[in-house]
């Protein structure tokens, strides 16, 4: 079992937008900062320590609800845990670029919690 050291929090959050340029206007009205990522596929903001993502039409993960990652030390680890905690895996670890590592599970009620891993 895993140690309360082993894991960061939430610090990584996901909302699939419909308009994204309406959407930047508001995160930034809401942040007090422009997004530091700014591409027609993705805006991602930085503030108080916390990173936001804006992702139109739920990006290639189809979000259709906002998606939390919980930041882990061992993503793998921590993927076996809740999985024999009966937790089901929906996109199994994946380098995201820049050494970053996700997974998704899916809770025993159907809801979606990430797992994100900086190496």
């Known amino acids: 079992m895993t140690t309360a050291s ?8 996901l909302i699939p937008v419909s308009d994204l340029g309406q959407a930047k206007a ?17 805006a991602g903001f930085e503030s108080c320590g916390q990173h936001l993502g804006l992702l139109p039409a739920g990006g290639p993960q189809g979000l259709t609800a906002p998606l939390a990652y919980w930041h ?20 199994p670890v994946g ?15 159907g809801n979606l919690v990430g797992l994100l891993q900086d190496r």
């Not at 082993?6 to 959050?13: A, E, I, P, S």
């Not at 508001?26 to 993705?42: C, E, I, K, N, S």
Request: overall charge negative; proline content about 7%; charged content about 20%.
């Open 6 to 13: 082993d894991h960061q929090g939430f610090r990584t959050v």
């Open 72 to 91: 882990v030390s061992d993503i793998e680890a921590k993927l076996a845990e809740l999985t024999a905690a009966g937790a089901t895996v929906k996109d």
């Open 95 to 109: 380098d995201v670029g820049g050494g970053r590592l996700t997974a998704t599970v899916i809770d025993p009620d």
């Open 26 to 42: 508001v995160y930034t009205a809401l942040l007090g900062v422009p997004p530091q990522v700014d591409a027609p596929y993705y």
